[in-house]
Nanobody, 122 residues
């Protein structure tokens, strides 16, 4: 059974940092693309970043480029999202996803985690 389990969310002040983790299990993800998405209150789910597990190739949304970094640890089967210079508009539930295609379209991803809340507020 495939499982993606996010952790690391919480409350942080503007300008602060958080690192989210996504532990993947249940199958081999080496041929997959791992993505991070988020859904803010009253808004649609949006793409944040993705990484090709095998090559490490990364793509970012313009809104987070230069502030967020996606990475993966093959030995731990875990994907990370390092978030720096956080802004109140980054407040959202963050979701990890796994899919077979390089795409920002959420509907193209096969597996999803349960989400972790990130709140940026003073």
């Amino acid at each position: 059974q495939v499982q993606l389990v996010e952790s690391g969310g919480g409350l942080v002040q503007p300008g602060g940092s958080l690192t989210l983790s996504c532990a993947a299990s249940g199958r081999t993800f080496s041929s997959y693309v791992m993505g991070w998405f988020r859904r803010a209150p009253g808004k649609e789910r949006e793409f944040v970043a993705r990484i090709q597990w095998s090559t490490g190739y990364q793509v970012y949304a313009d809104s987070v480029k230069g502030r967020f970094t996606i990475s993966r640890d093959n030995a731990k089967n875990t994907v990370y999202l390092q978030m720096n210079s956080l802004k109140p508009e980054d407040t959202a539930v963050y979701y990890c996803a796994a899919g077979r295609y390089q795409t920002p379209i959420a509907g193209m991803y096969d597996y999803w985690g349960q989400g972790t809340q990130v709140t940026v507020s003073s």
